[in-house]
């Protein structure tokens, strides 16, 4: 059975920084790409990174040089890092493995002072 679980979501204020991770369980990590996603309150669900199995990543230009996707497959595991962060980056944040319904539980992020 394949699981995703995300942690390290909290409160940080304006301009600080959070590190999500992503635990897949199941022997399938190393073989998906895995994508990060957050919803923010009345709003639907929006893409913010992938990285291939291969390392390969893409960004949303709006989280273009804070955010960083990396993937370490011996631990089974995707993080990002998020700097600079604004209040408007305030979400709920989901992993995904790329082209399957698989997704996390998702890791609440909220920017405030």
């Known amino acids: 059975q394949v699981q995703l679980v995300e942690s390290g979501g909290g409160l940080v204020q304006p301009g600080g920084s959070l590190t999500l991770s992503c635990v897949a369980s199941?022997?399938?990590?190393?073989?998906?790409?895995m994508g990060w996603y957050r919803q923010a309150p009345g709003k639907g669900r929006e893409w913010l990174t992938s990285?291939?199995?291969?390392?390969?990543?893409n960004y949303l230009d709006s989280v273009k040089g804070r955010f960083t996707i990396s993937r370490d497959n011996a631990k089974n595991t995707v993080y990002l890092q998020m700097n600079s962060l604004k209040p408007e980056d305030t979400a709920v944040y989901y992993c995904?493995?790329?082209?399957?319904?698989?997704w996390g539980q998702g890791t609440q992020v909220t920017v405030s002072s």
């Open positions: 995904r493995f790329l082209g399957t319904g698989y």
């Open positions: 990285i291939t199995n291969s390392g390969r990543t």
């Open positions: 199941g022997d399938i990590f190393r073989n998906y790409g």
